[in-house]
Every structure is written in C-alpha cells, then in structure tokens.
C-alpha cells in the first residue's frame, strides 16, 4: 500500500519551492532540515503554516520542501505558495478557503532591472547646474 503524495510548486522572486505534501503528523521539513533551522524567524515559519491552520490541518500533514533561490522572505512565500496548491489536489473544499485569503495568488513583483545612466533602477546621480 503506497502513502497518497501531493505536489505544489511555488514561486516568489527569484524563489522556486517544490512542495511534497502527504498525510502524516505535521513535521516540515525544508531541504532536509526542520523548517525552523532553515527559516530561523517566527514570523516567517507563521507565513508557512498560514494555509494549514487556513484549513484546519497543521497536524495532518507531512511536508518535504525544497527550495533555492532567493532570500528568505521570498522562500517563505514560495513554500506557501506551494503548500497551498498542493491543499487543492488533497480535497477541492479547501478552494474557497484558500482563495478567500489570498494564498492562491501569485505575487509577480520582482525586482526592476537597473538602467544605464543611473546608479539604480529608479534612483538618479545628483544633478548640478554647473
């Protein structure tokens, strides 16, 4: 008897996670470590866990991720991203639920590329009249 296995991807910035979701007691684990030895920050290891308590789930899952690029912030997001459309392929109920907060959508900021002329993307060198 094989264990039942969902697939998510995420993406946030230049972040990429691949997300393993299958029943179990709510270990995560990211790149092979427990997820707060990676994540290191509280509010961060909130945002993963957001679309589990969403749907009431924290302790019925196991979840292997593995994500590279980025920074934290961004991984963050990444691994919710995924978490949250592997929940679609458990049980379509938890769409609405999901939706509704917002953690279906993909975030497409990324960082503006910068322009010659200018030290920045956006910032100008210092203009002088003489």
Known sequence: ???????????????????YLSPGKG???INGKPYMDHICRD??????????????????????VKVHGGGLTGQAGAIRLGISRALLDV??????????????TRD???????????????KKFQFSKR
């Open 1 to 19: 008897m094989s264990k039942a296995m969902y697939y998510g991807t995420g993406r946030r910035k230049s972040s990429v996670a691949r997300v």
């Open 91 to 104: 049980s379509d109920d938890f769409r609405g639920i999901l939706k509704s907060k917002g953690y279906l």
């Open 43 to 64: 509010s961060l290891g909130i945002v993963i866990k957001q679309p589990l308590v969403a749907v009431e789930g924290e302790s019925a899952y196991d979840i292997d």
């Open 27 to 29: 270990n995560i684990s």
């Open 108 to 122: 497409a900021r990324k960082v503006e590329r910068k322009k010659p002329g200018q030290p920045g993307a956006r």
